[in-house]
T-cell receptor, first 118, second 112 residues
Framework: EAQVTQNPRYLITVTGKKLTVTCSQNMNHEYMSWYRQDPGLGLRQIYY???????DKGDVPEGYKVSRKEKRNFPLILESPSPNQTSLYFC?????????????????FGAGSRLTVL | RKEVEQDPGPFNVPEGATVAFNCTYS??????FFWYRQDCRKEPKLLMSVYSSGNEDGRFTAQLNRASQYISLLIRDSKLSDSATYLC?????????????FGQGTTLQVKP
């Protein structure tokens, strides 16, 4: 089944304890992206990757790192989590992004990771 | 001003009603437009892409108005199962950018 898999789905941690949220897709998609969703703010883009070894900042990258060493994986790293990073996180992928060919821009999302930082 | 704006609602409508949502965008160079549906804190799923000429998928019709910089979603004959949050998504510039901008979402509640 074509899917985007995120882990963990739920996590409660403490301030300063490094954590990684994994994201893996089995569709050979070039584009991957991380979002956080907060009440009243909608989905905001953290980082994205157009292809292997190519990553770039979204709108809210502070406090996060990513890497894209393989096409299928795009982990989100919180080096020193803080309470303001408590949120619902989504990873997504698409065949590629760009241009007006809308089919290529269609995102497939993972089920989400609910993170609480105490 | 936000790059993509939606009325958060909620829109409360009876079954069978027709309801329409708008989404405005600020960047006139925006390239691609989509409507996604999100059920109660689950992952968003594509509802439909929005084409320049407008497009229809069953009870759903999407329109793009470039002159006024908005897209719309019309739902006819609302069903209880249409209750969800509808997210407007815009690619803000032309090709080779990885940025996607999401609206805050519009919540629809269809009542029996």
């Amino acid at each position: 089944e074509a899917q985007v898999t995120q882990n963990p789905r739920y996590l409660i941690t403490v301030t300063g304890k490094k954590l990684t949220v994994t994201c893996s897709q089995n569709m050979n998609h070039e584009y991957m992206s991380w979002y956080r969703q907060d009440p009243g703010l909608g989905l905001r883009q953290i980082y994205y990757s157009m292809n292997v070894e190519v990553t770039d900042k979204g709108d809210v990258p502070e406090g996060y790192k990513v890497s894209r060493k393989e096409k299928r994986n795009f982990p989100l790293i919180l080096e020193s989590p803080s309470p303001n990073q408590t949120s619902l996180y989504f990873c997504a992928s698409s065949p590629f992004l760009g241009g007006a060919t809308s089919g290529a821009n269609v995102l497939t999302f993972g089920a989400g990771s609910r993170l609480t930082v105490l | 001003r936000k790059e993509v704006e939606q009325d958060p609602g909620p829109f409360n409508v009876p079954e069978g009603a027709t309801v329409a949502f708008n989404c405005t965008y600020s960047n006139s160079a925006s390239q691609s437009f989509f409507w996604y549906r999100q059920d109660c804190r689950k992952e968003p799923k594509l509802l439909m892409s929005v084409y320049s000429s407008g497009n229809e998928d069953g009870r759903f019709t999407a329109q793009l108005n470039r002159a006024s910089q908005y897209i719309s979603l019309l739902i006819r004959d609302s069903k209880l199962s249409d209750s969800a949050t509808y997210l407007c998504v815009v690619t803000p510039r032309s090709s080779n950018t990885g940025k996607l901008i999401f609206g805050q979402g519009t919540t629809l509640q269809v009542k029996p």
